[in-house]
């Protein structure tokens, strides 16, 4: 929960507006590149992205963690150089994979912009100060958010400032979950959660937001979709307008 009014105020400004997931794309457009970061401001919306660090370090801006789907390459980004990655283009496009700087470089505070770290298991401490050195000194609203909650944790520890969520779903997950989901608020401490639409409405959604703490959800595709949110959550991350 935000701690105070100033982090009401940071936070309501980051979720004012709608987010394109993975940037407005569409056949000929792909999923978080350039060109669909540029759509989405160009709309008014805000951006969700994805990001992933190369074997070396570097933050690349991408959701599979194989290349093959999204790509002209092949094999898991975990495994290659940036020199390698930097080379690479995008499906149905000349361009290549970017880097998180150059896209917050492009934004440039145009509109607010939510981070999905992308890291699978508990050793996060790299990649998360990959990402916090490509936000030093970026003056948009921006927030991280994770399914990994040692990625909140990492960064409630070494950079408090900056607003963080936890992303949840609770597809094909019996009652235990329920503890599972709240041991993870524990361990991220968000400001907000982003919750898959499917599972809305959500007794612990709806507990955490009679506490104060926003729900966005994802990911809004249809009239229905949009609906749900609009009783269940705060904001929607989506894709195919409707409007």
Not at 16 to 29: M, T, V
Not at 82 to 93: G, M
Not at 212 to 239: F, K
Request: proline share 6%; with cysteine; glycine share 6%.
């Amino acid at each position: 929960m935000p701690s105070s009014p100033s982090r009401q105020a940071e936070l309501a400004r980051l979720i004012a507006r709608p987010f394109a997931h993975r940037g407005l794309h569409r056949p000929g457009l792909p999923e978080n590149s350039r060109a669909a970061f540029e759509a989405a401001v160009a709309a008014g919306a805000g951006i969700e992205l994805d990001v992933q660090a190369s074997v070396d370090g570097e933050v690349f801006v991408i959701h599979d963690y194989e290349l093959d789907r999204l790509t002209e390459g092949h094999g898991a980004v975990r495994t290659l150089g940036a020199a390698e990655l930097k080379r690479i283009r995008l499906k149905e496009s000349d361009e290549t994979i970017p880097t998180l700087p150059e896209i917050l470089a492009l934004v440039a505070g145009r509109t607010p912009v939510l981070i999905e770290v992308k890291s699978p298991d508990r050793r996060v401490a790299a990649m998360s100060r990959a990402v916090h050195r490509a936000l030093a000194g970026y003056q948009g609203a921006v927030a991280v958010m994770s399914f990994n909650p040692e990625v909140g944790r990492w960064f409630a520890r070494h950079a408090p400032q900056l607003l963080r969520g936890l992303v949840v779903t609770e597809a094909g997950k019996k009652w235990r979950s329920m503890v599972e989901r709240h041991f993870a608020l524990w361990r991220a401490r968000p400001d907000f959660l982003a919750y898959d639409i499917r599972d809305l409405p959500s007794h612990f959604a709806e507990a955490q937001r009679a506490r104060g703490m926003p729900v966005l959800t994802w990911t809004c595709r249809s009239l229905a979709d949009r609906a749900r949110a609009a009783e269940h959550a705060n904001q929607i991350i989506y894709e195919s307008p409707t409007r």
